[in-house]
């Protein structure tokens, strides 16, 4: 079972949305740095999207308590509107080789900006 997720926007530490994820994660694992291959974007509701793609996009790992897995990525899948659409849960695989969760918006990035720097 994959216990890690890849943050990249608004559920990062000091972000708007870490407290809604805090509570899951595991405290005696550090969060990491990261990165994995995609595309970056800045919305213009003022949060970001990845894409896939071959660029890299920049991030935390976090790890969650393994007796929280699921009620964590139920959570996520709430809090990033997978039911509607908005985003799709995938697992990828981070640059240095760690298997985890992340959020790919699936739909058009017309109107967006993307962020050659891989961070937001």
């Known amino acids: 079972m994959i216990e890690s997720v890849f943050m990249y ?3 990062k530490p000091g972000q708007s949305r870490w407290p809604a994820l805090a509570y899951y994660v595991d405290s005696t694992k550090p ?3 990261a990165e ?3 595309q970056m974007w800045a919305t213009p509701w003022g949060w970001p999207a990845v894409t ?3 660029n890299i996009v ?3 790992l976090v790890t969650l308590r393994p007796d929280r897995v699921t009620e964590a990525l139920t959570r996520l ?3 990033e509107g997978t039911s509607s659409g908005l985003f799709e849960r995938v ?4 640059r240095s080789g760690t298997p985890c969760w992340t959020y790919l918006w699936p739909g058009s990035t017309a109107g967006f900006t993307s ?3 891989g961070e937001w």
């Open 91 to 94: 697992a990828v695989t981070t």
């Open 58 to 60: 920049r991030g935390v």
């Open 52 to 54: 896939a793609g071959m």
């Open 31 to 33: 969060v990491l740095s």
């Open 115 to 117: 962020l050659a720097s």
């Open 77 to 79: 899948d709430e809090i």
């Open 9 to 11: 926007g608004t559920l």
């Open 36 to 38: 994995i291959e995609g």
